[in-house]
């Protein structure tokens, strides 16, 4: 505490020191140049030998350090307007880039320490966002889009930092994974051929409804990516997986299959419980059905679009407008996580993995078994207890310039949100173009990444900067439709359950 | 001597220890120990089937979320929550280190990091090896499973395409009118769906018992693994811990600032025009900047004796809160039956309501008064308290203390209003003679003569109040046991079970102690010698 409060003591006789200058150089204009000349120096080698004999041997260690980044790189110190934040996550092996951010000091290199709280469900993460009892968290892509349009709690919120690619799954029940080994000899095989449609569900879907029941899957929130990949998956088979409408917000009107909303955490319980026969949720909640030995993964959203956006770091608007500077040095600390999560050696194999597997399985962060996260943050994955399959791109942190806040994402998310009717009017192509860029900030995101590279801390290649912020279009779909961010309307018309404009 | 220690004790509710105390003054030596063995040996030695039985009855229960814990296990879980609150403790302590002392440190933990290195590697080979052996064990069990359920999958379909072969062609045979013929073919084919379905449900036996066989736990590897974790979470922390004292501690942060000041400052003397402008105003920010940085502290994570602490302050703001609604409100319906008949319809109608539903109506109104919580003066002023500043309270626990006020008051306001309604009417005569005031009346007749009822009525709000804040804290997520609980259960960890009985201990034991205080109080306020309820 003694030294602390020399430093304190100290720097406030320093901060006093130019106020004094200032003044004396105000004055000193009046009569003559040498006196300024002459009076400051004095005053400051005074000051710069007190200060020193208020420290101790700690100041001169720093010079011999080796570790002091003073010798490093040279670093753009912003002028943060926060420097103690609070960031919320849901307990997903995809909340790495913040908790890797802080537990490397990514955050701290930035000037700023950051608490990590895990919060029960996306709804209240989102509510606490915007209410200010949070400062930024870990969101589904749906939810900035969705709180910008309104659907749900309405409020503009940005990102301007997608987190993560992949990372899901869909797990059925034992008895729903018999059933359709049942239908389709080839899923009987130990290790059956991927990628798993869900034609083999439709006919259990139909028997259900035959005896005048329904299947029951959860996802975790209405605008989530889950519900939408489940959604596409069931939809791909000729499913109904049901519509939202403007009297049903639970989106079951016409459902072959009805969807309910389940945080992720809870959904093992919920499957054991027999609540539901079918989940979509991100990792380690799959391997943890597997390791619980109550449900089996059929597929990954790998397979069902390769490489799609999944997480992103949000805040309010206002809240970005506030604290520019903090923003940047946000974004900054997490596209250094990301980059330190995709790290590979020369062979090509993730290198950090194990260490961030074993950081998140702390009980304050995701907090389940090092063993079940490790699966897919290393690569793997476990389809059934007999079934490991590599998987190097099940989570994507940085690669394919992964970081970056594409607005075809964006218009992804509202395409979807139109074809299940959350989106009740038809809007125009433009709209889709214009809500894209209320949401999805790449200028933020360029500014941060311009700093890391004159700080020789990211490359200038990897980051897309001559881009209009729309990917190349791709059909790499299970279904094999193709998607164009420019044309969402000709997408939502190509589908053959969905509304349509 | 003797009868103060015994009056103290009866006073502190522990009556069980008088015969101690009466023995070691030596009064009536065999009646002392008979009461002792009553009263302290048979409870001990319940307390030990108790958990002896816990012991041998826990690991026949399996559940899909692993074992039910052993007594020793939820020891372990305990000793593993304080090992995380120490090392969080050091890390915050590491920041603001210093001097000779943070050099020490680091010394000690980079040495400590070196040896910890050849010993990962051995447990990573432990769990190597482990591995191995559980694989080959697993497989020597369940190659024959495997085998004999390929035979019989095999067997099975080929004489289910049999059977079926069969019953298609004699369909081909069946006379158009012969009705006992079809009668009996169309036993046969329910002959044929009952022996498949048979067939199919003694595959699925086979299956189940390798899927067992593959579930059971391997002794070896858990232990290997536990060591393994053991020694990687040390080096994850003392990683931290050197980063804490190496480059991210605040000393060193300030001294590299600093130094850039002053070199900012040497700079700014001879700049001129826009260069001296802008050199000022670097200086200026690096001011604020060092500022900010002295200030600033390890945002440590939540542990749990830190959620102890406040949720011990949220059930006591709550209890508060409750105390001083329902202590008025309860004198004034003693005093006026007019006005108890008033409040009765209130009172029976909010009395039932459980806390889940008062605590999202709380939560909204309190969102509501607070807006903004980062910038409102009362979660400013309430940060800047000594004692309760660095608990971070927040709309979630305000509404949290509130869901417990609303919900434990109902005991204090009952009981108050039957402790004045049941002052002896004698003393109520004798004010009257005096002319006594009301205020007078209130403080110097009704109040003191009520105040065991009074007090009866506290000691079961909190307990009632320390109920309700568990389940308070796990819906709202304020931060406490309650969200402990949670997040446990949340985590589905192989030792998040364990550590949720800990939390079962914890609770319990504050609660009695909550309970022993409330006694005390109560017979303080007492006059009779009646006898406080265990």
């Known amino acids: 505490m003694k030294p602390f409060l020399h430093h304190l003591l100290a720097s406030t006789r320093l901060s006093l020191l130019p106020v004094l200058l200032l003044i004396g150089a105000l004055s000193g204009c009046g009569s003559s140049d040498s006196g300024l000349v002459l009076d400051l120096p004095d005053d400051l080698s005074?000051?710069?030998?007190?200060?020193?004999?208020?420290?101790?041997?700690?100041?001169?260690?720093?010079?011999?350090?080796?570790?002091?980044?003073?010798?490093?790189?040279?670093?753009?110190?912003?002028?943060?307007?926060?420097?103690?934040?609070?960031?919320?996550?849901?307990?997903?092996?995809?909340?790495?880039?913040?908790?890797?951010?802080?537990?490397?000091?990514?955050?701290?290199?930035?000037?700023?320490?950051?608490?990590?709280?895990?919060?029960?469900n996306w709804k209240t993460l989102l509510d606490n966002v915007i209410n200010g009892e949070l400062d930024g968290a870990h969101m589904l892509s749906g939810q900035p889009i969705a709180a910008t349009i309104g659907f749900g709690t309405k409020a503009h919120v940005i990102t301007a930092f997608t987190m993560d690619l992949n990372g899901n799954g869909i797990t059925v029940s034992n008895s729903v994974w018999e059933q359709m080994q049942q239908h389709d000899e080839n899923l009987k095989s130990p290790t059956p051929k991927h990628p798993i449609t869900a034609d083999a569900l439709k006919p259990i879907v139909q028997e259900k409804l035959a005896s005048g029941e329904k299947l029951q899957m959860g996802m975790v929130f209405p605008v989530s990516t889950h519900n939408y990949e489940l959604r596409y998956w069931l939809a791909a088979a000729g499913i109904n997986p049901g519509f939202y409408t403007k009297t049903d917000i639970g989106g079951r009107t016409d459902a072959e299959v009805e969807l309910s909303v389940t945080p992720p955490p809870m959904m093992?319980?919920?499957?054991?419980?027999?609540?539901?026969?079918?989940?979509?949720?991100?990792?380690?909640?799959?391997?943890?059905?597997?390791?619980?030995?109550?449900?089996v993964p059929v597929t990954t959203n790998y397979d069902i679009w390769k490489n799609n956006p999944e997480k992103v770091f949000g805040v309010t608007k206002k809240w970005a407008d506030e604290n520019p500077n903090t923003h940047l040095a946000v974004v900054k600390a997490l596209i250094r996580a990301g980059q330190w999560l995709d790290e590979t050696n020369a062979a090509g194999d993730l290198i950090n993995r194990e260490e961030a597997a074993r950081i998140l399985s702390r009980p304050d962060y995701v907090g389940a078994d090092y063993d079940v996260i490790k699966n897919s943050m290393t690569g793997f994955f476990f389809f059934q207890k007999t079934d490991k399959r590599p998987m190097p791109d099940f989570n994507v942190f940085?690669?394919?310039?992964?970081?970056?806040?594409?607005?075809?994402?964006?218009?992804?998310?509202?395409?979807?949100?139109?074809?299940?009717?959350?989106?009740?009017?038809?809007?125009?192509a433009e709209w889709y173009d214009e809500t894209a860029k209320q949401v999805y900030r790449p200028d933020i995101y360029k500014q941060a990444a311009r700093m890391l590279v004159s700080e020789g801390l990211l490359a200038e290649s990897d980051v897309p900067w001559e881009t209009d912020g729309y990917k190349e279009p791709t059909s790499d779909f299970i279904d094999g439709v193709l998607y164009d961010g420019h044309d969402p309307i000709g997408y939502l018309n190509s589908h053959k359950i969905g509304n349509k404009d | 001597m003797k009868y103060k220690l015994i009056k103290a004790i009866d006073v502190?509710?522990?009556?069980?220890?008088?015969?101690?105390?009466?023995?070691?003054?030596?009064?009536?030596?065999?009646?002392?120990?008979?009461?002792?063995?009553?009263?302290?040996?048979?409870?001990?030695?319940?307390?030990?089937?108790?958990?002896?039985?816990?012991?041998?009855?826990?690991?026949?229960?399996?559940?899909?979320?692993?074992?039910?814990?052993?007594?020793?296990?939820?020891?372990?879980?305990?000793?593993?929550?304080?090992?995380?609150?120490?090392?969080?403790?050091?890390?915050?302590?590491?920041?603001?280190?210093?001097?000779?002392?943070?050099?020490?440190?680091?010394?000690?933990?980079?040495?400590?990091?070196?040896?910890?290195?050849?010993?990962?590697?051995?447990?990573?080979?432990?769990?190597?090896?482990?591995?191995?052996?559980?694989?080959?064990?697993?497989?020597?069990?369940?190659?024959?499973?495997?085998?004999?359920?390929?035979?019989?999958?095999?067997?099975?379909?080929?004489?289910?395409?049999?059977?079926?072969?069969?019953?298609?062609?004699?369909?081909?045979?069946?006379?158009?009118?012969?009705?006992?013929?079809?009668?009996?073919?169309?036993?046969?084919?329910?002959?044929?769906?009952?022996?498949?379905?048979a067939e199919r449900e003694q595959l699925k036996e086979l299956k189940?018992?390798?899927?067992?066989?593959?579930?059971?736990?391997?002794?070896?590897?858990?232990?290997?693994?536990?060591?393994?974790?053991?020694?990687?979470?040390?080096?994850?922390?003392?990683?931290?811990?050197?980063?804490?004292?190496?480059?991210?501690?605040?000393?060193?942060?300030?001294?590299?600032?600093?130094?850039?000041?002053?070199?900012?400052?040497?700079?700014?003397?001879?700049?001129?025009?826009?260069?001296?402008?802008?050199?000022?105003?670097?200086?200026?920010?690096?001011?604020?900047?060092?500022?900010?940085?002295?200030?600033?502290?390890?945002?440590?994570?939540?542990?749990?004796?830190?959620?102890?602490?406040?949720?011990?302050?949220?059930?006591?703001?709550?209890?508060?809160?409750?105390?001083?609604?329902?202590?008025?409100?309860?004198?004034?319906?003693?005093?006026?039956?007019?006005?108890?008949?008033?409040?009765?319809?209130?009172?029976?109608?909010?009395?039932?309501?459980?806390?889940?539903?008062?605590?999202?109506?709380?939560?909204?109104?309190?969102?509501?008064?607070?807006?903004?919580?980062?910038?409102?003066?009362?979660?400013?002023?309430?940060?800047?308290?000594?004692?309760?500043?660095?608990?971070?309270?927040?709309?979630?626990?305000?509404a949290s203390a509130i869901t417990v006020a609303l919900c434990s008051l109902w005991a204090t306001m009952t009981n108050t209003a039957l402790g004045v309604a049941s002052i002896d009417k004698d003393h109520l005569n004798v004010a009257r003679v005096l002319r006594l005031g009301f205020k007078d009346r209130l403080f110097k007749i009704v109040i003191p003569s009520s105040l065991p009822l009074i007090f009866a009525g506290l000691r079961i709000s909190l307990g009632v109040g320390w109920m309700v804040l568990i389940a308070a804290e796990l819906l709202s997520s304020s931060e406490g046991i309650g969200k402990f609980v949670w997040d446990q259960f949340n985590n589905g960890a192989s030792d998040s079970f364990a550590k949720m009985m800990v939390v079962v201990f914890v609770v319990g034991l504050i609660g009695l102690v909550l309970d022993r205080i409330m006694i005390v109080f109560q017979r303080l306020v007492s006059f009779d010698d009646a006898a406080a309820a265990i």
């Open chain 1, 46 to 120: 005074v000051a710069a030998a007190e200060s020193g004999t208020t420290e101790d041997a700690a100041s001169e260690s720093v010079t011999e350090s080796p570790e002091a980044p003073a010798t490093a790189a040279p670093k753009t110190l912003l002028n943060l307007e926060k420097d103690e934040l609070k960031f919320g996550f849901i307990k997903l092996t995809d909340c790495a880039p913040i908790v890797i951010a802080r537990e490397k000091g990514f955050f701290a290199d930035e000037g700023l320490q950051v608490e990590v709280i895990a919060q029960p």
């Open chain 1, 268 to 295: 093992p319980a919920t499957l054991e419980a027999g609540n539901i026969q079918g989940y979509c949720v991100g990792e380690p909640w799959n391997q943890q059905a597997v390791a619980k030995g109550i449900g």
């Open chain 1, 398 to 428: 940085f690669k394919y310039h992964c970081t970056y806040p594409w607005y075809s994402d964006g218009v992804w998310f509202l395409t979807q949100m139109r074809r299940w009717g959350q989106i009740t009017e038809p809007k125009p």
């Open chain 2, 12 to 197: 502190a509710g522990l009556t069980f220890l008088t015969p101690v105390v009466r023995l070691c003054y030596g009064e009536e030596p065999k009646k002392q120990l008979q009461e002792i063995g009553r009263f302290i040996v048979v409870p001990l030695i319940a307390f030990a089937v108790f958990v002896g039985l816990w012991g041998a009855i826990a690991p026949r229960h399996k559940t899909k979320s692993g074992e039910v814990p052993t007594p020793l296990v939820v020891w372990d879980a305990a000793s593993s929550i304080w090992r995380f609150h120490d090392r969080e403790a050091d890390k915050e302590d590491a920041y603001g280190l210093s001097g000779k002392t943070r050099e020490q440190k680091l010394a000690i933990v980079e040495k400590r990091l070196s040896q910890l290195e050849p010993l990962e590697t051995l447990a990573n080979q432990h769990v190597k090896e482990a591995n191995a052996a559980r694989t080959t064990s697993v497989e020597e069990l369940v190659g024959p499973i495997l085998t004999q359920y390929e035979k019989l999958d095999a067997e099975f379909s080929a004489a289910q395409t049999e059977r079926e072969a069969a019953l298609k062609r004699d369909a081909g045979l069946l006379a158009s009118a012969d009705r006992a013929a079809r009668e009996a073919y169309l036993q046969r084919v329910r002959d044929h769906a009952a022996k498949t379905e």
């Open chain 2, 208 to 398: 189940a018992e390798e899927t067992a066989i593959r579930a059971e736990k391997f002794p070896q590897l858990v232990n290997a693994l536990k060591a393994q974790t053991r020694i990687a979470e040390e080096r994850q922390y003392l990683g931290k811990l050197s980063e804490q004292l190496g480059h991210g501690n605040r000393t060193l942060k300030l001294d590299e600032q600093m130094a850039q000041l002053r070199a900012d400052q040497v700079t700014f003397l001879s700049a001129e025009g826009d260069a001296a402008f802008m050199l000022a105003q670097r200086i200026v920010r690096q001011e604020a900047r060092i500022q900010k940085t002295s200030e600033s502290t390890y945002a440590k994570p939540w542990t749990l004796p830190m959620q102890i602490y406040r949720s011990l302050a949220c059930v006591f703001a709550g209890f508060l809160i409750g105390s001083a609604i329902a202590i008025p409100i309860g004198v004034l319906c003693g005093l006026s039956k007019t006005f108890m008949a008033a409040m009765t319809p209130f009172i029976a109608l909010f009395k039932p309501v459980s806390p889940i539903v008062w605590l999202p109506i709380a939560l909204i109104i309190v969102g509501g008064f607070i807006p903004d919580p980062d910038k409102h003066w009362l979660i400013d002023f309430l940060a800047n308290l000594p004692l309760l500043g660095w608990m971070k309270i927040n709309p979630a626990f305000i």
